[in-house]
């Protein structure tokens, strides 16, 4: 089974930057779709971002325009470039890995599979 791990959380001022990222333990692309989720304070965890098995992207709507998902070339790490940062993206991000579904819009993650341990970000007012 595929073991994640995240980096690259942090703390950041508002409309600054971060970028995660996630190694997998194996190859992904065109075998697992790759996810990021988010749980913020009060809210129940969110899709982010995913990379579907054929290289398409999906964001979740709070997100769109600001944030971009991609993986390396060798196609073992999964980045989330985060760019015009809110107070409200503050929480601890997620990095997972499904080979049957890559849903995040509207979706807690239930079905994803395999998950990261999980990176924190605090971006302050």
């Known amino acids: 089974q595929v073991q994640l791990v995240e980096s690259g959380g942090g703390s950041v001022q508002s409309g600054g930057s971060l970028r995660l990222s996630c190694v997998a333990s194996e190859y992904t692309y065109g075998t697992y779709c790759m996810a990021w989720f988010r749980q913020t304070p009060g809210h129940e965890r969110e899709g982010v971002a995913a990379i579907d098995t054929d290289g398409s992207t999906t964001y979740g709507d709070s997100v769109k325009g600001r944030f971009t998902v991609s993986q390396d070339n060798a196609k073992t790490t999964l980045y989330l470039q985060m760019n015009s940062l809110k107070p409200e993206d503050t929480g601890m991000y997620y990095c997972?890995?499904?080979?049957?579904?890559?849903?995040?819009?509207?979706?807690?993650?239930?079905?994803?599979?395999?998950w990261g341990q999980g990176t924190q970000v605090t971006v302050s007012s």
């Open positions: 997972a890995a499904d080979p049957f579904g890559c849903t995040v819009v509207g979706s807690d993650g239930y079905e994803y599979n395999y």
